[in-house]
């Protein structure tokens, strides 16, 4: 398969293919995927980030997926690197974008331009699939304050095994997502690693209305009474759920759909 096909296709194909995955989603389940593209400071990053812009998003609307986030590292790892948040209602959706996007006229014409350039845009390209929790199935539109920029944050959770990583997701259901709510930590989606790297996993974005409120929303989150108790219970001990944490600080590019 040519390199263009793979990226006409990117993670639709893969996914489609899972055979662990139902073929339509139960009532209350979503799905998102997370693209990432690798880019080095020593490549053309503009001609990637213009594609992102110009191609990528207008290709995925006109598929009838919105909204689309696209992100960049603010602090962390892989910097330069660009983050393409893509939301579905289900595993049917994902195949109908994939039959959608080969059939587009225009979505073509800009792989080939792209293609045809010999100077490389990124260089590396990875995806997952992530199923949503339960009590958060989907995407959350982030809130601009006025007069503010949102600052993103993108965390993961590695679990030591199956059942440390299924008890953490239901920890978050069952009331750690709206401790973060209170407190200030604002959701933008949350969802179980199906396929990817360093699994299992989890993985969710979240959003402050400045770079101080992070700290003290995190703050807040740390003293909160209820995440005391629910922290402590039998079986909830974070040692025993959560091996690693990594985290990247982000920002929403101006042309992402959440920002």
Request: contains cysteine; charged residues 25%; proline residues 6%.
């Amino acid at each position: 398969m040519q390199r263009r096909d793979l990226i006409r296709s990117g993670i639709l194909a893969g996914l489609a293919a899972g055979a662990h995955i139902p073929a339509q989603a139960a009532a209350g389940e979503g799905y998102v995927t997370l693209e990432w593209f690798r880019c080095r400071r020593d490549i053309d990053v503009q001609r990637m980030r213009s594609f992102l812009d110009d191609s990528v998003l207008p290709a995925y609307n006109r598929s009838g997926i919105k909204p689309v986030g696209v992100f960049q590292p603010m602090v962390g790892p892989d910097s330069p690197s660009f983050l393409v948040v893509v939301p579905y209602t289900s595993m049917a959706a994902v195949q109908e974008t994939k039959t959608k996007l080969a059939q587009d006229g225009k979505w073509a014409k800009d792989l080939t331009v792209f293609e045809e350039k010999w100077e490389l845009a990124y260089e590396r390209r990875e995806s997952s699939l992530l199923r949503g929790f339960r009590t958060f199935p989907g995407i959350e539109i982030p809130k601009v304050e006025a007069g503010k920029t949102n600052v993103f944050e993108l965390r993961t959770y590695e679990s030591r095994n199956t059942t440390g990583h299924e008890k953490k997701v239901a920890m978050f259901d069952g009331g750690e997502i709206d401790i973060f709510r209170r407190v200030g930590i604002n959701p933008v989606f949350f969802g179980s690693t199906v396929f990817g790297s360093r699994m299992p996993n989890l993985t969710y974005m979240v959003y402050y209305p400045a770079w101080e409120a992070r700290a003290e929303a995190w703050s807040r989150f740390a003293n909160d009474p209820d995440w005391k108790k629910l922290s402590t219970a039998p079986g909830n001990v974070d040692r025993e759920l959560v091996s690693i944490i990594s985290n990247q600080l982000m920002s929403a590019l101006p042309f992402s759909q959440l920002k």
